[in-house]
């Protein structure tokens, strides 16, 4: 798999805006003085009080239950090996990144400037008073075992070094599952484990307590089979000796029912694939290239089940499917510790919910038409939005009945719902919408790529598979700021300048196209033609005449001047009487489609019914099912006047017309928003328990302002405009635009090349 990112853009990730990947947010409001009065001092000797009287109470009045310390010394990071506790600090704000993204967990990374197993247990039991439970990260073993095993003995919060447990848990559930495809019992599995490390040990014990028999599992270290005959063993290696005359991993692998790999790339070989028992299990799990090639262990067996660390083969045995999961449980119920009872109920659970159906939503970010439960599908995907629920009440349960929780669950309905609303909806929207774009890529039109914003969109959208950028402009410049930049923008790239010799005859075909759809509008064949020159009538007409599926224009010419070339030339879609604009608002809760934001500043009864059918429509491409509120200053006749008077008969046209529509109005916007109050006040509306996510405006100007407002005052992500009611897929940037901006348009504008008429 080619890399999708270069050195600088992972350089410039971590670098660019703010450093680093994390930040600490406050929780209260702090706007006057009473407020601070209340989180510092005076107010706060109150908490401290009660907290003093009884230090349970520290969970209630503080981040405690929710925060946890991803604590390092550096000595064994990804695959960096031992580069010191200041090196490991990207990594470590990454593990904080995924505990919040996946979990809602909150993260301090602390890097321990020590290898002493001594101080480094020291300090995290002198500092574990802040935090609600311990991650422990990148600690090499055999140091990482004893550190672990000290540290839950000494301290009554949730311990669990990921790097052991993490795969254990995760490759364990795999296992599971693949014994089953196979008809196999775990009690029989002959299981080869190539690596002696953390990980290796932690699997292989885990694998005991799933069912398999300590004596059928053979491990191999860099000398070898780890066997009784050998005497440079330390106390761990020795738990895994077995009685044996095999030495090498050609030997111990023959005949195996599964190979656990947890070693380096490219040591187990093709003819050692064809040795093994009927229907092999492979489990290739070293970074970045596994033990065997997955093409070549398919190639030597085809009846094998597979997985490996990377995610783009099947089976991807990643341990974020765990930790963000297990802590959420343990936490929630104020467990003691994380202890074999909760770890063998997070990898049954992972093996459960790889059998259940799989919601489409995974399909979609995914790219495939239907996961189900088989050799390609044994583990569930890290984006699978269960797992939050299934394997956290798992752990939770496993806790409880283990007699370590301190806070059990009362009542599991509401527990399941908590913990659902923690997982926000603003990243899987946009990730599903370039899953959809990349299962289907077009040709994109960038109309101003002599800019370095649109030249690293194009990089990012071609490595990423979303489009095929054809880029527009003076071709020296444009390959001189490939050059500048060390773009990796290749040949594959159409480069074209409209004004160049080589495009005359294509600039004869588009002038004698457009002066023969405007020719009843003052234009000749003349005229056109110099227009064809300008890179907003080129790229268009590119659109129109079949050489490419889409345009991205705007970052540096006004909104008129660039989308008047694109409704002359490209037009309205058939039936459609108006073109109308629209903003995505990404939140936390989901996105929120905002029109008419840009087109028709004063629309009547009838166009704003087109304005709100044409934005359903939209919204109904994108998978989300339209919740729509029409916007007044008036809620339901309670006000007089042309606006209010409009937007209600709009309603009633679409009430009459489009009954199934979820539609009501008109509204003031804090009633379309606020459920609660539309309940108590207007409980006939059709909105009522609806969650609204369209906001049609009743004239341009509220629409426009709302939208920047909310833009600005707001972390939450604008995607648009989006224009809805053309013929094929044009949009216009606004200036300025982010080059994470431009990508999320050239998203939007292949899905809508995917379903706009030929």
């Known amino acids: 798999m080619a890399k999708q990112f270069t050195t600088q853009e992972a350089l410039d990730y971590h670098a660019l805006g703010r450093p680093g990947k994390i930040e600490v947010v406050p929780t209260k409001s702090h706007c006057c003085q009473k407020d601070l009065s209340l989180a510092y001092s005076p107010g706060v000797a109150d908490p401290c009080m009660e907290i003093h009287r009884n230090k349970e109470d520290v969970y209630k009045y503080t981040a405690k239950g929710n925060l946890v310390a991803v604590i390092s010394d550096g000595t064994a990071v990804l695959g960096l090996g031992d580069i010191g506790p200041l090196a490991s600090k990207p990594v470590m704000e990454g593990k904080g990144l995924l505990f919040k993204i996946f979990s809602d967990i909150d993260v301090f990374d602390i890097e321990v400037d020590t290898t002493d197993i001594d101080k480094f247990v020291e300090t995290c039991k002198l500092i574990s008073p802040t935090f609600g439970g311990i991650n422990l990260e990148d600690i090499k073993a055999p140091e990482c075992f004893e550190i672990e095993e000290r540290l839950k003995k000494e301290l009554d919060i949730p311990v669990m070094h990921d790097d052991q447990h993490g795969t254990a848990i995760i490759s364990g559930a795999a296992l599971i599952n693949a014994a089953e495809i196979v008809g ?50 330390n106390k761990y290696k020795k738990e895994f000796a077995v009685e044996t005359d095999l030495q090498t991993l050609e030997e111990a692998v023959k005949d195996a029912d599964v190979f656990i790999g947890l070693s380096k790339g490219n040591i187990l070989s093709k003819d050692m694939v064809k040795s093994m028992a009927f229907d092999p299990i492979i489990f290739a799990m070293a970074n970045p290239n596994p033990e065997i090639s997955y093409e070549d262990a398919i190639e030597a067996r085809k009846s094998l089940i597979m997985a490996t660390g990377r995610s783009d083969y099947p089976n991807q045995v990643n341990n974020v499917l765990g930790f963000p999961f297990i802590f959420r449980g343990a936490m929630d119920v104020m467990a003691t510790c994380i202890n074999e009872e909760m770890k063998l109920a997070a990898a049954y659970a992972l093996a459960d919910l790889a059998r259940q159906p799989v919601p489409e939503e995974v399909n979609i970010a995914y790219n495939v038409k239907n996961l189900t439960f088989g050799r390609e599908y044994i583990i569930p995907k890290p984006f699978d939005p269960r797992l939050i629920t299934h394997i956290s009440m798992a752990v939770a349960k496993a806790a409880m009945e283990s007699g370590v929780a301190k806070k059990p669950i009362e009542n599991w309905e509401t527990y399941q719902e908590q913990l659902s609303r923690r997982l926000g909806k603003k990243s899987a929207f946009i990730r599903n919408m370039k899953s959809r774009a990349r299962n289907n890529p077009r040709r994109v039109v960038f109309a101003e790529a002599d800019k370095y914003k649109i030249l690293k969109a194009a990089e990012i959208v071609y490595n990423d598979g979303i489009a095929t950028p054809i880029l527009l402009g003076d071709i020296d410049r444009i390959k001189a700021l490939i050059k500048e930049y060390s773009l990796e923008i290749n040949g594959d790239i159409e480069i074209i300048d409209p004004r160049s010799p080589e495009e005359s005859e294509r600039r004869k075909e588009f002038a004698a196209h457009y002066s023969e759809k405007r020719k009843r509008r003052g234009e000749n064949y003349q005229t056109t033609k110099d227009r064809m020159r300008h890179r907003n009538y080129f790229g268009p007409m590119m659109v129109e005449r079949g050489y490419a599926d889409a345009m991205i224009s705007g970052l540096t010419t006004p909104y008129p001047e660039t989308i008047r070339p694109a409704l002359e030339i490209i037009g309205k879609k058939k039936g459609s009487k108006i073109v109308s604009g629209m903003y995505i608002m990404v939140t936390d809760k989901g996105p929120v489609f905002f029109a008419d934001t840009t087109i028709n500043m004063n629309p009547d009864v009838d166009s704003l019914v087109e304005i709100t059918l044409q934005t359903a429509e939209k919204v109904g491409l994108y998978n989300v099912i339209p919740k729509i509120a029409l916007l007044s200053y008036s809620n339901f006749g309670s006000t007089k006047g042309r606006v209010p008077e409009m937007v209600r008969e709009a309603v009633k046209k679409l009430h009459n017309d489009y009954p199934d529509l979820i539609v009501d109005g008109e509204m003031q916007a804090n009633f379309a928003m606020n459920n609660e109050l539309m309940k108590e006040f207007f409980p006939f509306s059709k909105l009522i328990d609806q969650d609204v996510n369209v906001l049609i405006f009743p004239y341009l100007s509220a629409g426009n302002i709302a939208y920047k407002l909310v833009q600005e005052m707001s972390h939450n992500e604008a995607i648009g405009p989006v224009l809805n009611g053309l013929r094929k897929s044009v949009h216009i940037l606004q200036m300025g635009s982010s080059v994470q901006e431009i990508v999320n348009m050239v998203t939007i504008a292949v899905i809508d090349a995917q379903y706009n008429e030929d």
Do not use: F, P, T
């Not at 040990?201 to 089979?225: F, H, P, T, W």
């Open 184 to 233: 196999k019992k775990m009690s029989d599995l002959k299981i080869i484990v190539n690596g002696a490390g953390a990980a290796a040990i932690s699997c292989s014990r885990l694998y005991v307590s799933l069912g398999a028999k300590q004596e059928n599992v053979i491990m191999l270290d860099s000398k070898g089979v780890i066997s009784k005959k050998r005497n440079d063993l």
